[in-house]
């Protein structure tokens, strides 16, 4: 059984920097696309950044591209997703998703897996 499990969202000011952190189990981690996705109150989940099984490709989201940086470490079954220049339009529940294909996606229908989710609050 695949799990996802997110850590690190906190409240942070605007202008500062948070970074959150999803483990995967219950499958080879290191073959799989990852993403991140997320869900401000009252809107709809949204597409925020994505990496490929080996970390040679990324996509992001045009509204956190050049604050916002994707990684993983294979051999800690993690995903990470680094932002910094935080606005209080970030705020919202942050979801780590897994596909089951390698390539990175941007799309929720193609993720399989989901986790629960972890709060980030910027305030003003």
């Known amino acids: 059984q695949v799990q996802l499990v997110e850590s690190g969202g906190g409240l942070v000011q605007a202008g500062g920097s948070l970074r959150i952190s999803c483990v995967a189990s219950g499958r080879t981690f290191s073959r799989y696309a990852m993403g991140w996705f997320r869900q401000a109150p009252g809107e709809e989940r949204e597409f925020v950044a994505a990496i490929s099984w080996g970390g040679g490709m990324t996509y992001y989201a045009d509204r956190v591209k050049d604050r916002f940086t994707i990684s993983r470490d294979n051999a800690k079954n993690t995903v990470y997703l680094q932002m910094n220049s935080l606005k209080p339009e970030d705020t919202a529940v942050y979801y780590c998703?897994?596909?089951?294909?390698?390539?990175?996606?941007?799309?929720?229908?193609?993720?399989?897996?989901w986790g629960q989710g972890t709060q980030v609050t910027v305030s003003s």
């Open positions: 998703a897994s596909r089951s294909l390698g390539g990175a996606a941007r799309t929720e229908e193609e993720y399989d897996y």
